[in-house]
């Protein structure tokens, strides 16, 4: 008589991910999400501070070109509008006009001044940027030939 063998255990075929595979996976992922979208976000604020501040120094060259080729002499405050913006101005004299000279310490045909100008730049009514700037003021007294 033949002995017989027991019959061989039955090999189990894995096909697949389990629930808690797939749950697991799905956590690992999530948190690089959010990890990614944190990074994301701070980025973006970044992005737009540095946007607002570039804003903020072109209006404030441009403000500053329109002082600069102003005479706060004969006028020493005012209000202009550069396109959306509105650059307000007020001059205080730092020292009393005085005949002004040349390099070789002759009369000149100007009086010229030295101005504080404080300015203060909007935009819809908003402040945008306010600075001073020290300004040279000037009139002519006399014609060029009268030296």
């Given at each position: 008589m033949r002995r017989s063998r027991p019959p061989a255990p039955a090999v189990r075929m894995v096909g697949g991910f389990t629930l808690l595979e797939a749950i697991v996976a799905l956590v690992v992922f999530s948190m690089g999400a959010f990890a990614l979208y944190g990074w994301l976000s701070t980025n973006t604020i970044a992005l737009q501070r540095i946007r607002d501040r570039q804003q903020v120094e072109v209006a404030m060259h441009s403000a500053l070109d329109l002082i600069r080729r102003s005479n706060p002499m004969e006028t020493p405050?005012?209000?202009?509008?550069?396109?959306?913006?509105t650059v307000t101005w007020n001059s205080e004299p730092v020292e009393p006009p005085k005949p002004g000279v040349d390099q070789s310490g002759t009369p000149d045909v100007f009086m010229v001044g030295l101005y504080d100008v404080q300015v203060r730049v909007t935009r819809g009514g908003d402040q945008l940027h306010a600075f001073h700037v020290r300004q040279v003021g000037w009139r002519q007294v006399r014609e060029v030939g009268d030296l």
């Open positions: 405050a005012g209000q202009r509008q550069l396109g959306d913006l």
